[in-house]
């Protein structure tokens, strides 16, 4: 079970960081994501991050502002946002992969049920 949290309502340019706990099964050798989904828009990636931490990528669009960081046994995963737009405006989801880092959606096999995140012009 993926759970996230942290999400909320910031005005351009503040920060905020989400969190997604992992539990019920062992999320440790898994890579993990963030993908987010705006108003009649698809599910675009965000982060990821390997199960080491050594391989991390980043969608272009968040690049330089966004940090993904895993903490506490690998367990649980952060992804801070800085200097937010109004485009960040979705909901953000965390996700969980047993075949890597990855960029692809299909890639992921665990999904939490999302945290909106707000951000106002």
């Known amino acids: 079970q993926l759970v996230e949290s942290g999400g909320g309502l910031v005005q351009a340019g503040g920060s905020l960081i989400l969190s997604c706990a992992a539990s019920?099964?062992?999320?440790?050798?898994?890579?993990m994501g963030w993908f987010r989904q705006a108003p009649g828009k698809e599910r675009e990636f965000v982060a990821t991050i390997s199960w080491s931490g050594g391989t991390i990528y980043y969608a272009d669009s968040v690049k330089g502002r966004f940090t993904i960081n895993r903490h506490y046994a690998k367990t649980t995963v952060d992804l801070q946002m800085n200097s937010l737009k109004p485009e960040d405006t979705a909901v953000y989801y965390c996700?969980?992969?047993?075949?890597?880092?990855?960029?692809?959606?299909?890639?992921?096999?665990?999904w939490g049920q999302g945290t909106q995140v707000t951000v106002s012009s």
């Open positions: 996700a969980a992969s047993n075949r890597g880092a990855t960029m692809e959606i299909d890639g992921f096999d665990y």
């Open positions: 019920g099964r062992s999320f440790r050798r898994y890579a």
